[in-house]
């Protein structure tokens, strides 16, 4: 079953609320409204409306920061004053019966507007830095010197353009200095001693015992004097070939052959046959750098091996072997004469010296003893191969070492 509702009649219920309107109508304390006698003990029929709300406070002005002075910021506008907060609403005077409810407190006045803030003030222009110490002197425009180079620019900035580049006018750049457009050095760089305009890349005139060429290796100049028995077949230096004197095949006479030679490693080699099938033997002196190097042998008589103390005995060395391929380069400055024994002194019939002008039969011939040196450790002795096959051909050569 249904439980049964009960509702206020219409009539009471507007006439409660009309008398709640009245009520909240009064900002102060509501005024009673005289609802005729309630019965005993009932409350008051109108309660007191609540207050009504406090007015909102007044916006605070905003007020502008003035204009910063030259260099400090601007001051903040001042904030605005918060708006009173609203007056609560009076308790409702009790009726005839007990007393109403006391108002509703009046809702807070919002808060006034922070004023805004004033705009900062123009920044003051900075103070001039003062000069820092530049790196070498200070140039123009704050430019800073750097070293030179050869670019047609002053760059460490002295005054003097390119200075260093070629001192010696040669047209060279100096070799310790770097090099671009612009350079004042018309040839190119790569200049060894730019204080000796005799001496520059590619020199082909001679300057004894000077780098003039600036490949990194002094020159000097030398003289070779050779004779074969019976006939050279080829007189080389540092694998050049040179062109056989016109007594290539006279061993009465010598040949002179002026070369060039070099810092290091310096190799030279002499080819002879014996046209007689009999014997291939020559002598040889090197002059050089103010010495000389003569032809000298171990003593003959015997085939040496490396571990005979003979092997290293003189620096002239001869090939053992009659075949070509071995031999490829064998005048080559780096060519391996490793396995090459020791030449040695040429047997003479009927003597015991093997000195040049002292040997049988090679004892002074045309101008053997004019040519060689005589005497002391300069005299050349002969030296062959005591075994060529067919007693034709002989290989025999020499590194000499200079500063």
């Not at 056989?244 to 046959?273: A, F, H, Q, R």
């Amino acid at each position: 079953m249904t439980e049964p509702r009960f509702s206020t009649p219409r009539h009471l219920s507007l006439l409660a609320l009309t008398a709640s309107v009245a009520v909240a109508a009064c900002g102060g304390g509501g005024t009673a409204v005289d609802s005729g006698a309630p019965p005993a003990g009932a409350g008051g029929a109108a309660a007191g409306s609540a207050g009504q709300s406090g007015a909102g406070g007044t916006s605070g002005s905003s007020a502008a920061g003035a204009s910063g002075k030259s260099g400090a910021g601007g001051t903040s506008g001042a904030s605005g004053t918060s708006g009173a907060s609203g007056t609560s609403g009076a308790g409702g005077t009790s009726g005839g019966g007990a007393s109403g409810a006391s108002g509703a407190s009046g809702a807070s006045g919002a808060s006034g507007t922070s004023g805004a803030s004033g705009a900062s003030g123009a920044s003051g222009t900075g103070g001039v830095s003062g000069k820092g110490g530049a790196a070498g002197n200070a140039g123009a425009g704050g430019a800073v010197a750097s070293p030179e180079t050869c670019n047609g620019v002053d760059e460490d900035l002295d005054g003097t353009i390119d200075e260093g580049c070629d001192d010696d006018l040669d047209g060279y750049c100096d070799s310790s200095m770097t090099v671009s457009s612009g350079a004042p050095c018309a040839k190119g760089g790569g200049d060894c001693d730019d204080t000796d305009p005799a001496v520059f890349p590619g020199q082909t005139v001679h300057k004894e015992g000077v780098d003039y060429d600036c490949d990194g290796k002094k020159e000097y100049k030398a003289r070779l004097i050779v004779t074969v028995d019976d006939r050279a077949k080829e007189v080389c230096v540092n694998g050049a070939q040179l062109t056989l004197g016109p007594n290539y095949s006279n061993w009465t006479k010598t040949d002179s052959y002026e070369v060039i030679l070099e810092s290091g490693p310096n190799s030279i080699g002499v080819s002879g046959e014996d046209t007689g099938m009999v014997i291939t033997a020559m002598a040889a002196v090197l002059e050089v750098n103010g010495k000389r190097y003569p032809t000298r042998g171990v003593p003959g008589g015997k085939v040496y091996k490396p571990t005979d103390p003979e092997w290293g005995g003189t620096p002239w060395r001869y090939f053992p072997k009659e075949v070509s391929s071995d031999k490829l380069g064998w005048c080559d400055r780096t060519f391996d004469d490793s396995s090459w024994g020791p030449a040695m002194r040429a047997a003479g019939s009927g003597s015991p010296s093997f000195l040049v002008g002292q040997a049988t039969p090679w004892a002074c011939g045309s101008d053997l003893c004019t040519a060689f040196p005589q005497g002391g450790a300069d005299q050349p002795e002969w030296i062959w191969d005591p075994y060529p096959v067919s007693l034709q051909t002989a290989w025999i050569r020499a590194v000499v070492t200079l500063p």
